[in-house]
């Protein structure tokens, strides 16, 4: 399958318990507690997942969870510590982040901070319909390559779950089940669909919505790069 892609363009997988790559952001390394002797009403078999809008959280990443730890005193279950099982994957801001406790509160709320983890790497940007997900809720951007099984076939994580793909020059919102796609640009912002992807070639179709620039790539094998597009050097988005 040629020189098959270097694995820093599929995220960091030091981080997570239970979960591999990162979707280009971080996930939730701690939580601490504000109001320990005031929250209430919470039982000791709590379950929490964290989870945040999609400003905070990049598409496909997915929700941290954890336990509580619960101290019966006063007449009422009180959170003294928050304990994550799995960081999750993809938030870049601990701002607009929600706690979910399972059971809920019957009581006063507890407040928290969060902080995030630093230092993962960029992951290849895509878009990917996992053919294990029930009905048709369509393709979701975002996600972690976990592994290159073949020349145009890879076993990727989204907020759909985890499955096997195969990379199809292919829009998006036409993609079917067990099917992914990564997009490029060349350097004057002409759009391609990548069909084919090694360490050193991207085997590109010219694709375009919107406006039409002029390409500068016939379909083919070209070089392709993260950063800037030069010449006939696509570029290839990551999520940071």
């Not at 292919?170 to 796609?181: C, H, I, Y």
Request: proline share 2%; charged share 10%.
């Amino acid at each position: 399958m040629g020189r098959p892609l270097k694995k820093r363009f599929f995220g960091d997988k030091k981080y997570g318990t239970g979960l591999l790559g990162s979707v280009g952001g971080e996930g939730i390394s701690s939580i601490a507690v504000l109001n320990t002797a005031t929250n209430s009403g919470y039982s000791t078999t709590t379950v929490v997942t964290w989870s945040a809008s999609t400003s905070t959280q990049i598409t496909g990443g997915v929700a941290a969870t954890g336990t509580a730890t619960v101290l019966y005193t006063g007449g009422t279950g009180r959170i003294q510590s928050l304990n994550i099982t799995n960081s999750g994957t993809g938030f870049i801001s601990t701002s607009g982040i929600v706690i979910t406790y399972s059971p809920t509160s019957a009581g006063t709320a507890a407040t928290f901070n969060a902080s995030l983890t630093t230092g993962r790497k960029n992951a290849i940007t895509f878009a990917s319909y996992l053919s294990t997900v029930t009905g048709t809720p369509g393709a979701v951007l975002g996600g972690d390559i976990i592994k290159q099984t073949g020349s145009r076939s890879y076993l990727v994580q989204n907020s759909q779950g985890r499955g096997d793909v195969k990379l199809v020059a292919t829009a998006t919102n036409s993609l079917a089940k067990g099917q992914m796609n990564i997009t490029a640009t060349d350097y004057n912002n002409a759009i391609y669909l990548v069909k084919k992807l090694s360490s050193r070639k991207a085997y590109v179709v010219q694709y375009q919505t919107g406006t039409v620039n002029s390409y500068l790539v016939s379909t083919g094998p070209t070089k392709w790069t993260t950063g800037t597009a030069t010449g006939t050097t696509v570029s290839i988005s990551v999520t940071i």
